[in-house]
């Protein structure tokens, strides 16, 4: 005598695809109260005073040596960025171009405007320079909002860990960069 055990299959089948389901909502329900909002902030002293960190970092020959972009790179320019200057951002893979505009700079920060990629939403970034006892405090900050859909609340509550890596590494290779001089 063969045994049928078809319809229990389904029925486990079903069981599941119905947790499956239920955990789906559960996501989506949950995403409609969270943030859209984003704060990402890293911070690095560097043994050197503030105009010297200031200069070599808007420097053409130095900026792509220290701002970390993942899978691509600032492009090198003659001269020194001023409020106004754009610089591309050119990646291995073939994704587009992408764009760093400088918007305002004065004596203790920098704000720019990074578009990673084209149709991509930009991010607005703030670099303070703090002056200490012949150092340099270098404090880079991002906020805005991320308007991806159904996952923007996701990647937002993941951003300080995501986009603060790349702040990590660039902060570090600027202070290297700084402190080699000496």
Known sequence: ??????????????????????????????????????????????????????????????????????????????????AGSRVAISYSEKVGQGELTIVDLSGDSVRFDVRPKPNVNLVHNQIFLRPSAGKTSVQWVIEGKLEAGLLGPYIAVFANQLAGKNFEIS??????LLETRH
């Open 171 to 176: 902060l570090q290779r600027l202070k290297e």
């Open 1 to 82: 005598m063969v045994s049928n055990s078809h319809p229990a299959a389904l029925y486990h089948l079903r069981k599941v695809t119905r947790i499956f389901a239920l955990i789906i909502i559960a996501l989506i329900v949950i995403g409609f109260f969270l943030p859209i909002d984003y704060r990402v902030e890293r911070e690095v002293t560097i043994n050197a005073p503030v105009d010297e960190v200031s200069t070599v970092m808007l420097q053409g020959d130095s900026l792509s040596k220290w701002m970390f972009v993942k899978n691509g790179q600032v492009d090198v320019f003659d001269g020194s960025l001023k």
